[in-house]
């Protein structure tokens, strides 16, 4: 089984950043995707980022392409989201996933964290 812990959520002005955390521990795939995910009040829930932590390919949604960027430290089993100018529709619970394949679609997924919120004032 696959635990994953999100951490770094938080309130923070337009324009500003922040980092995202996401740990990883238990039973792992020989090789696997880690994606975020986010879902505002009465929204759906969408894809965010995405990155292979055998490749070290990414993947972003064009609401967030140049202003996301997506990492890993496989030392520590843990995967980033830093956010920078971020805008007040940034505003959502971020949830982090872990997929067999290189998918940005959700149901791809199979394990999930409790996830974070943030919240982003104009």
């Known amino acids: 089984q696959v635990q994953l812990v999100e951490s770094g959520g938080g309130l923070v002005q337009a324009g500003g950043s922040l980092r995202l955390s996401c740990a990883a521990s238990?039973?792992?795939?020989?090789?696997?995707?880690m994606g975020w995910f986010r879902q505002a009040p009465g929204k759906e829930r969408e894809f965010v980022a995405a990155?292979?932590?055998?490749?070290?390919?990414?993947n972003y949604a064009d609401s967030v392409k140049g202003r996301f960027t997506i990492s890993r430290d496989n030392a520590k089993n843990t995967v980033y989201l830093q956010m920078s100018s971020l805008k007040p529709e940034d505003t959502a619970v971020y949830y982090c996933?872990?997929?067999?394949?290189?998918?940005?679609?959700?149901?791809?997924?199979?394990?999930w964290g409790q996830g974070t919120q943030v919240t982003v004032s104009s």
């Open positions: 996933a872990q997929s067999s394949r290189w998918t940005q679609f959700e149901s791809y997924y199979d394990y």
């Open positions: 990155i292979s932590w055998s490749g070290g390919s990414t």
């Open positions: 238990g039973r792992t795939f020989r090789t696997y995707t």
